[in-house]
Nanobody, 123 residues
Framework: QVQLVESGGGLVQAGGSLRLSCAAS????????MGWFRQAPGKEREFVGY???????YHADSVKGRFAISRDNAKNTVHLQMNSLRPEDTAIYYC?????????????????WGQGTQVTVSS
C-alpha cells in the first residue's frame, strides 16, 4: 500500500506557474502508474494527466502544452508542472496511484489517493 501527499499548491495570477509535487511513502513507488486529477467546486473530478511506471505521459486536451507530468523514482515523487495558468484551472489537485492498469483517464481505476492541494488562479 502506498501513501500519497501532495504539496505546492497556492494562489497565482493568470499566466503564472506552479509546480505540484506528490510524495509517496510505503510500497514500491516505481511499480505504480501515477495520475493527476482535479476537482473544482460543484464539478466532477476531472482527469489532468498520467505517467506510467516507465515514464510515458499523457495529458488531457485542456492542459496539453501547458502542464507536464514527470516522476523521480529515486525520490518517490511525481510532479505536475503547470504553466500559463488560467482561472479555469482553479481546483483541488489530487495525485493518485494504480497498479491495476497501465494507463487510464478514469478515476475509478486508481487505487490510492492523496488528500489534495488547492490551486487558485486569479484573473
Amino acid at each position: 500500500q502506498v501513501q500519497l501527499v501532495e504539496s505546492g499548491g497556492g494562489l497565482v495570477q493568470a499566466g503564472g506557474s506552479l509546480r505540484l509535487s506528490c510524495a509517496a511513502s510505503q510500497g514500491t513507488f516505481s511499480r505504480y502508474n501515477m495520475g493527476w486529477f482535479r476537482q473544482a467546486p460543484g464539478k466532477e473530478r476531472e482527469f489532468v494527466g498520467y505517467i506510467t511506471w516507465s515514464g510515458f505521459t499523457y495529458h488531457a486536451d485542456s492542459v496539453k502544452g501547458r502542464f507536464a507530468i514527470s516522476r523521480d523514482n529515486a525520490k518517490n515523487t511525481v510532479h505536475l508542472q503547470m504553466n500559463s495558468l488560467r482561472p479555469e484551472d482553479t481546483a483541488i489537485y489530487y495525485c493518485a496511484a494504480t497498479d491495476r492498469v497501465l494507463t487510464s483517464i478514469r478515476a475509478n481505476d486508481y487505487v490510492y489517493w492523496g488528500q489534495g492541494t488547492q490551486v487558485t488562479v486569479s484573473s
